[in-house]
């Protein structure tokens, strides 16, 4: 199973006796961007920390980069770079030090610091002592760190946390060039769809520690595609008609509802309704958000 | 790369007050002594005549002990303060490097630190003798260095245990009221004679230095420090960081 750079399999975390995240099966490709999410508590930093080897799983395995992470646990940490919740840093020093107090135990060249400051935009920044910096520049002296060993997965907990809009614009910027001029794959939670709608190519979602979707970010919006709802003169009778042709319809009310919304069988539906005299008084095309639909999976839980 | 974290380390504990507390508790102690002699020097050096060094050094052996574990504590709390406060663990245990290192690392640098406080205390209690005028010639260097290097060596536990203690819990009152609770209690088991008063740890950095037998405290002290320092670094490897 060498082509998934993180694989879990039944990963679980269990908190006196309450599952924290529970038989989690990740899959993330090599140069994807995955999208994990949920709501606050469902379990997401949980699965980071685990996928750290920062706490232990109660059940189930890790493998990254086809290794598993509790027998080659520092030959793969080499090659990530991660970001924990809110950012850890020494208030006392300056971010040059901050970064050179990592930069010693990972053995990254020197020139490497002042060229992470300069991407997460602090280069100016550098010489003062970090507890004095905003939450949004605590932020991004995170991700500098992180970025500092040059890593091949990045693992990023809700990294927009703390920033301004433009911040959150440059942050989602920077992730998207990973895979593309770096070949960097990414981890990145967030309690919000918007956060990475526009950058992952993967998501995940996770709910009380469940993961309820995982597939690629076109067939969610496939999943958000609409309705179509019919308002004709005899619902009855049409729905009747209607499954006759083989097409499945809910009426209610004045209203039929119907899950196919393509071109073709709208057309066959409409004339075959037309051609045994109902009367047809309204077409409409309903669609979700992706937002919407995020909010359903994680709201009600319907198991997609 | 237990080096690459000690590095690492010698860079975090930059004007975090350390450095500062290493000077401060030997020459404390090279100052009350000045103070003492300063003040009663014709008395003293007449009354002592032909033994003025030993006399200081016992003068001084008194706060030795109360002087290691007070040190011990606050550099173990300083020290394990720096990853507590932005719970900067999480960051580090997330790095490549085997949190065996890590605990090392913070346990040489505390180890060399407060070897550093000793060779000052040697130092200065040279220093003071001469400026008293108690003569090159009778200098007891063998005993200034048991002195100084003795019972911090017999304190090894206390360091080891408080380390672990201070990197286990994010609340730093526990460790430093029960290290400065020792520190005192130091000052009362010393009065205690007999066998009972050999066996209580708190009182072995005091017979590191007046013996009889310094090397069996000594070497009780490297040997249960060790083990303790096992015992710290194999809970601290199972240890979920949050
Ligand atoms: N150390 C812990 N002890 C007990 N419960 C915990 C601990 N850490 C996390 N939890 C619980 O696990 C759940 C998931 O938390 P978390 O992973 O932080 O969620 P998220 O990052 O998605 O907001 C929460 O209900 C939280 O209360
Ligand atoms: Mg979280």
């Given at each position: 199973?060498?082509?998934?750079?993180?694989?879990?399999?039944?990963?679980?975390?269990?908190?006196?006796?309450?599952?924290?995240?529970?038989?989690?099966?990740?899959?993330?490709?090599?140069?994807?961007?995955?999208?994990?999410?949920?709501?606050?508590?469902?379990?997401?930093?949980?699965?980071?920390?685990?996928?750290?080897?920062?706490?232990?799983?109660?059940?189930?395995?890790?493998?990254?980069?086809?290794?598993?992470?509790?027998?080659?646990?520092?030959?793969?940490?080499?090659?990530?770079?991660?970001?924990?919740?809110?950012?850890?840093?020494?208030?006392?020093?300056?971010?040059?030090?901050?970064?050179?107090?990592?930069?010693?135990?990972?053995?990254?060249?020197?020139?490497?610091?002042?060229?992470?400051?300069?991407?997460?935009?602090?280069?100016?920044?550098?010489?003062?002592?970090?507890?004095?910096?905003?939450?949004?520049?605590?932020?991004?002296?995170?991700?500098?760190?992180?970025?500092?060993?040059?890593?091949?997965?990045?693992?990023?907990?809700?990294?927009?946390?703390?920033?301004?809009?433009?911040?959150?614009?440059?942050?989602?910027?920077?992730?998207?060039?990973?895979?593309?001029?770096?070949?960097?794959?990414?981890?990145?939670?967030?309690?919000?769809?918007?956060?990475?709608?526009?950058?992952?190519?993967?998501?995940?979602?996770?709910?009380?520690?469940?993961?309820?979707?995982?597939?690629?970010?076109?067939?969610?919006?496939?999943?958000?595609?609409?309705?179509?709802?019919?308002?004709?003169?005899?619902?009855?009778?049409?729905?009747?008609?209607?499954?006759?042709?083989?097409?499945?319809?809910?009426?209610?009310?004045?209203?039929?509802?119907?899950?196919?919304?393509?071109?073709?069988?709208?057309?066959?539906?409409?004339?075959?309704?037309?051609?045994?005299?109902?009367?047809?008084?309204?077409?409409?095309?309903?669609?979700?958000?992706?937002?919407?639909?995020?909010?359903?999976?994680?709201?009600?839980?319907?198991?997609? | 790369?237990?080096?690459?974290?000690?590095?690492?380390?010698?860079?975090?504990?930059?004007?975090?007050?350390?450095?500062?507390?290493?000077?401060?508790?030997?020459?404390?102690?090279?100052?009350?002594?000045?103070?003492?002699?300063?003040?009663?020097?014709?008395?003293?050096?007449?009354?002592?005549?032909?033994?003025?060094?030993?006399?200081?050094?016992?003068?001084?052996?008194?706060?030795?002990?109360?002087?290691?574990?007070?040190?011990?504590?606050?550099?173990?709390?300083?020290?394990?303060?720096?990853?507590?406060?932005?719970?900067?663990?999480?960051?580090?245990?997330?790095?490549?490097?085997?949190?065996?290192?890590?605990?090392?690392?913070?346990?040489?640098?505390?180890?060399?630190?407060?070897?550093?406080?000793?060779?000052?205390?040697?130092?200065?209690?040279?220093?003071?003798?001469?400026?008293?005028?108690?003569?090159?010639?009778t200098m007891p260097i063998g005993?200034?260095?048991?002195?100084?290097?003795?019972?911090?060596?017999?304190?090894?536990?206390?360091?080891?245990?408080?380390?672990w203690l201070c990197m286990l819990?994010?609340?730093?009152?526990?460790?430093?009221?029960?290290?400065?609770?020792?520190?005192?209690?130091?000052?009362?088991?010393?009065?205690?004679?007999?066998?009972?008063?050999?066996?209580?740890?708190?009182?072995w950095p005091m017979f590191g230095?007046?013996?009889?037998?310094?090397?069996?405290?000594?070497?009780?002290?490297?040997?249960?420090?060790?083990?303790?320092?096992?015992?710290?670094?194999?809970?601290?490897?199972?240890?979920?960081?949050?």
């Open positions: 199973m060498n082509e998934w750079i993180i694989e879990t399999k039944g990963l679980s975390k269990r908190y006196k006796g309450r599952y924290a995240v529970s038989n989690l099966n990740l899959k993330i490709a090599k140069g994807d961007i995955y999208g994990f999410l949920g709501p606050n508590g469902a379990g997401k930093t949980t699965t980071i920390r685990m996928l750290l080897g920062l706490i232990k799983p109660s059940n189930g395995s890790v493998n990254i980069f086809g290794k598993a992470l509790n027998k080659e646990r520092l030959s793969i940490l080499r090659r990530v770079g991660s970001l924990v919740e809110y950012p850890s840093y020494y208030g006392h020093l300056s971010a040059t030090d901050n970064l050179e107090a990592i930069r010693r135990i990972i053995e990254a060249p020197k020139s490497r610091i002042s060229e992470v400051l300069s991407i997460v935009g602090l280069a100016k920044e550098a010489r003062r002592p970090v507890k004095g910096f905003s939450l949004g520049m605590k932020q991004r002296l995170g991700i500098a760190s992180a970025l500092l060993g040059n890593p091949e997965l990045l693992m990023l907990d809700e990294p927009t946390n703390g920033l301004d809009p433009s911040g959150i614009l440059e942050i989602r910027e920077l992730i998207k060039q990973m895979p593309k001029q770096h070949g960097i794959t990414v981890l990145i939670s967030s309690h919000l769809l918007s956060e990475v709608e526009l950058t992952a190519g993967t998501v995940g979602i996770i709910r009380q520690g469940e993961l309820v979707f995982q597939d690629t970010i076109a067939n969610l919006h496939q999943q958000a595609q609409g309705s179509m709802s019919l308002v004709v003169s005899d619902p009855e009778q049409a729905h009747i008609t209607l499954r006759q042709h083989g097409i499945e319809s809910v009426h209610r009310g004045k209203t039929l509802l119907l899950e196919q919304t393509s071109d073709h069988t709208v057309a066959r539906i409409v004339r075959t309704l037309v051609e045994r005299k109902h009367d047809i008084y309204r077409v409409e095309e309903k669609r979700k958000t992706l937002e919407e639909l995020f909010l359903q999976i994680v709201g009600e839980g319907t198991q997609l | 790369m237990m080096f690459k974290a000690l590095s690492s380390d010698f860079l975090k504990i930059r004007g975090k007050g350390i450095w500062f507390l290493i000077f401060l508790g030997p020459l404390g102690i090279i100052a009350m002594q000045a103070l003492n002699y300063g003040l009663r020097y014709d008395y003293l050096t007449q009354r002592y005549a032909g033994r003025l060094w030993e006399t200081l050094l016992a003068d001084i052996q008194m706060f030795v002990p109360i002087s290691l574990f007070l040190g011990v504590t606050l550099v173990s709390s300083l020290l394990a303060h720096i990853e507590h406060q932005t719970n900067a663990w999480k960051q580090l245990l997330a790095l490549p490097i085997s949190r065996n290192a890590v605990f090392f690392s913070k346990f040489a640098i505390s180890f060399l630190l407060l070897t550093l406080s000793c060779m000052v205390l040697a130092i200065g209690v040279a220093a003071l003798g001469l400026s008293l005028r108690f003569g090159m010639e005993s200034i260095l048991r002195l100084s290097f003795l019972p911090f060596a017999a304190s090894l536990p206390a360091l080891a245990l408080f380390l819990l994010k609340n730093q009152a526990v460790p430093i009221t029960l290290g400065v609770l020792a520190a005192i209690g130091s000052v009362f088991t010393s009065l205690i004679s007999g066998t009972l008063s050999k066996m209580l740890p708190l009182n230095y007046i013996g009889p037998r310094q090397e069996l405290f000594v070497a009780a002290g490297f040997a249960a420090g060790c083990v303790i320092c096992l015992m710290g670094t194999l809970h601290f490897i199972k240890k979920d960081v949050n």
